[in-house]
């Protein structure tokens, strides 16, 4: 089980983690390279707001494909299975990979765009399809930590970007399009590994009705002597599914059975991406700086921040079968609220004393810990939660687009925003950690060691009314 967690992360949320944080690092070359390239061609320098229209491009369209992705990734998970789609979607960063690569020698700037958006559905699909092969293979005593070993790759993903991304390894100039490039690395490892591992048990038997290649799918997961338990279980909700087709993502938005984990589901997503954790990034490096760190030291303490956020993940992986779900997301929220409050008061009276910058500092790391600890990792694993097979996928495919556009609009909006409100931005994410803190203590049951029909029952009464 722990293998097959390594497998499929190593080309899912990796791949997202690790594309998301390479990016920064070659920015000024990538100036150069359009630079050179527009005046090369056209013989004219380029205008600075086309230059910066042009890097915008570059860095947003990821999102744009992570869009595209998210969108058929559930569709791919149901035709092609769900180590299926993985494996396919490996075939997706490898273009990417290449185009991204060429695109320095042969002087096509159109080739990076085209790159960076396949290497966004590339991140779609994983982001989809890898938390629903977890969450189906995983026996329910076990699902919570295995589940958050998304959250562990992607923020694995965003540490090592930072680190390959150093000016003494791949971060300099010469060896930029080798740093975009390299996302074909871990695309190669999932095509090695994956494999390997049989196909999702629960998919099998529930959506193929392939009972024999679901029990040996169980005893190479469980072992030969304790397979029968997960074996019930999933034939248990194969009666109860009845037959019944994956749905559709719009088919869940007129099914009453499931409204309260729709609703969940989007205020959760929403969440994790409006919560400030982009906020802090944004305003890290002037923090440092106030704090008195060289600019040429602060992508060395910025690995401070990668490091968190995977330290946290692997905590939260080992608490959340013992704690339970609602305690560390309530808790994470609750403790992004108070870490707000305190960087409004330290950015507000940074001037006054000497050491006021080193309190933002601590709120920074403090901040990024709560995030992680909770809202980072539970997300994703309650999503796979809260719905049985048939509706799982679709699911998927409505929070992922949700999380996709949240990204993209926090992406356009936020300096803006920062503009605007300077640090009393931090106000708006006080109230709305708050307010989906509460949302969570009032709407969410504890999900830890239930069975995928215990959990649905529990949702019975919010959906039907306390009379049903």
């Not at 562990?152 to 930029?176: D, P």
């Not at 929220?333 to 001037?351: G, R």
Request: aromatic share 14%; proline share 4%.
């Amino acid at each position: 089980l722990f293998l097959a967690v390594c497998a499929v992360g190593i080309g899912g949320t990796f791949q997202y983690g690790y594309n998301v944080s390479i990016i920064n690092a070659p920015t000024q070359h990538i100036h150069r390279f359009l630079n050179e390239t527009w005046t090369t061609r056209y013989h004219k320098e380029l205008n600075p707001d086309l230059l910066t229209f042009l890097w915008s491009v570059i860095a947003s369209i990821f999102s744009l494909g992570g869009l595209c992705g998210a969108l058929i990734g559930g569709s791919m998970a149901i035709r092609l299975g769900r180590k299926g789609a993985l494996l396919m979607n490996n075939v997706i960063a490898i273009l990417a990979s290449i185009l991204m690569g060429i695109s320095f020698p042969t002087g096509l700037f159109e080739l990076l765009i085209v790159g960076r958006f396949l290497i966004g559905i590339n991140s779609g699909i994983g982001l989809c399809v890898q938390p629903l092969y977890i969450g189906e293979v995983a026996p329910k005593h076990l699902r919570g930590g295995m589940a958050m070993g998304s959250s562990i790759f992607l923020t694995g993903g965003i540490l090592t970007g930072q680190i390959i991304g150093l000016r003494e390894l791949l971060g300099g100039e010469t060896y930029w399009p080798l740093l975009l490039s390299s996302s074909c690395f871990p695309a190669f490892a999932q095509l090695l590994f994956l494999p390997w591992f049989p196909e999702s048990p629960r998919y099998l038997l529930i959506d193929r009705g392939d009972e024999l290649s679901c029990t040996k799918a169980l005893k190479r997961f469980h072992g030969s002597s304790d397979y029968r338990r997960e074996m019930e279980d999933i034939q248990r909700e194969c009666f109860a599914v009845d037959g019944e087709k994956p749905k559709k993502p719009w088919q869940l938005f007129t099914d009453r059975g499931v409204r309260w984990q729709l609703i969940t589901v989007i205020v959760m997503t929403m969440g994790q991406q409006l919560s400030g954790i982009n906020a802090i990034y944004f305003y890290a490096t002037y923090i440092f700086k106030q704090a008195g760190i060289s600019a040429g030291k602060i992508p060395y303490v910025t690995l401070g921040t990668g490091a968190c956020e995977c330290l946290t993940a692997l905590t939260c992986g080992l608490l959340i079968d013992y704690v339970g779900r609602r305690y560390l997301i309530i808790g994470g929220y609750l403790l992004m609220s108070l870490w707000s409050t305190v960087l409004t008061l330290s950015l507000t009276y940074q001037d006054l004393y000497w050491w006021v910058p080193y309190v933002s500092m601590a709120s920074i790391f403090a901040f990024i810990l709560s995030f992680g600890l909770g809202p980072g990792g539970i997300t994703n694993t309650l999503t796979a939660e809260l719905f049985i097979q048939s509706s799982r996928p679709a699911a998927y495919m409505i929070a992922g687009t949700i999380s996709w556009i949240s990204f993209f609009t926090v992406g356009m909006l936020f300096p803006f925003i920062v503009n605007g409100l300077k640090q009393y931005c931090f106000l708006v994410f006080l109230l709305e950690c708050s307010l989906v803190a509460a949302f969570i203590f009032l709407v969410i049951p504890e999900t830890k060691n239930k069975s995928f029909l215990e959990i649905k029952k529990e949702f019975h009464k919010l959906n039907f009314g306390r009379n049903a």
